[in-house]
């Protein structure tokens, strides 16, 4: 069965702890995964998302303490989006005055109730109020009340200089089709993917080119349900497009390839196995640091590296 979507959105912090925070008592998600970033030990790598940790709801971070602020600019992500029922806008606005956190007046785009916000690190976010959600389970293990949780992405948006080359990737490897457009967005839906399942491209012909930093999105995973179907997508990259993606690298929790599509933005193509609870129950997760076997053997090296987030 093909599974088409967002799988997850990767971007990088400031400090751990007021990303840990923000992400699990202010926006109320599951710290669904505690671990490291494979590449570089001595930092953590938090995924955030509903309490399955389903693919369509992961947004992950690796936070550095000193890193600089990132500046928005052409191929990057410009805005990560979730879902929440049509009738929480107004709580989530009432939260964000109370909380402090700056945000948008409320907006209509393509039709929909969007209220858009800012994390500590300046990452641009939204949520958009999504009818006949209700009834679909949010995590009310955080701050948040179930009714009005978080249910997973709705879209990211990418800042590009042309749309038309990443658009037909979009089409033709990743189970996109354009549905809509509004100015100068060029909105793709992934069939009847409710979770996940929209990208939005907007053309900003001569802008800056993007400069990544704290609340930039490092890179967007898209979905593949299994190594076959990610082999098919890898192939038709090189066959259509003459993109060649990075070999199959192991993140213990899907097996991931990435490569720049024609915008220069990073994309991964991966797989939705095995999943968050290969190495956790689900009932624990997120609560112990969990580290990739090769790593291991470096525990009490890696945990007095890290700072402290209990």
Same mark, same amino acid.
């Not at 989006?81 to 402090?100: D, L, M, N, S």
């Given at each position: 069965? /093909?599974?088409?979507?967002? #799988?997850?959105?990767?971007?990088?912090?400031?400090?751990?702890?007021?990303?840990?925070?923000?992400?699990?008592?202010?926006? *109320?998600?599951?710290?669904?995964?505690?671990?490291?970033?494979?590449?570089?030990?001595?930092?953590?790598?938090?995924?955030?998302?509903?309490?399955? @940790?389903?693919?369509?709801?992961?947004?992950?971070?690796?936070?550095?303490? #000193?890193?600089?602020?990132?500046?928005? @600019?052409?191929?990057?992500?410009?805005?990560?989006?979730?879902?929440?029922?049509?009738?929480?806008?107004?709580?989530?606005?009432?939260?964000?005055?109370?909380? *402090?956190?700056? #945000?948008?007046?409320?907006?209509?785009?393509f039709g929909e109730t969007v209220l858009a916000f800012k994390d500590p690190d300046g990452m641009r976010l939204a949520l958009v109020a999504v009818p006949g959600i209700g009834n679909e389970p949010g995590w009310a293990g955080g701050d948040v009340p179930a009714e009005h949780a978080i249910r997973g992405f709705h879209s990211v948006s990418l800042l590009l200089e042309d749309t038309a080359a990443t658009g037909a990737i979009l089409d033709d490897v990743l189970g996109f089709k354009e549905i809509g457009r509004e100015g100068a967005m060029v909105r793709y839906r992934a069939g009847d993917t409710a979770i996940g399942g929209i990208v939005d491209l907007q053309a900003a012909g001569g802008a800056l080119p993007s400069r990544p930093g704290a609340g930039s999105v490092h890179h967007i995973a898209f979905r593949a349900a299994d190594d076959a179907a990610q082999a098919e997508m890898v192939k038709r990259l090189a066959d259509n497009h003459r993109l060649i993606t990075t070999e199959q690298k192991d993140r213990a929790y899907f097996r991931s390839v990435y490569f720049r599509e024609p915008g220069r933005v990073l994309f991964e193509i991966a797989t939705d196995i095995p999943g968050f609870a290969v190495d956790e129950p689900a009932?624990?997760? *997120?609560?112990?640091?969990?580290?990739?076997?090769?790593?291991?053997? #470096? /525990?009490?090296e890696i945990e007095r590296v890290l700072p402290d987030v209990a």
């Open positions: 069965m /093909r599974s088409n979507g967002i #799988h997850h959105v990767t971007a990088i912090a400031g400090p751990a702890r007021r990303n840990l925070d923000f992400y699990t008592r202010v926006l *109320g998600l599951r710290l669904v995964k505690k671990t490291v970033n494979f590449d570089d030990p001595g930092t953590y790598h938090f995924y955030y998302g509903d309490e399955a @940790g389903q693919p369509g709801t992961i947004l992950t971070f690796f936070p550095w303490a #000193h890193v600089a602020p990132g500046r928005l @600019g052409s191929g990057e992500t410009q805005e990560t989006v979730f879902r929440v029922p049509e009738g929480a806008i107004g709580y989530w606005v009432q939260r964000f005055v109370e909380k *402090g956190v700056p #945000h948008q007046a409320v907006e209509q785009r009932d624990t997760l *997120g609560r112990a640091l969990k580290l990739p076997r090769f790593l291991e053997p #470096h /525990r009490a």
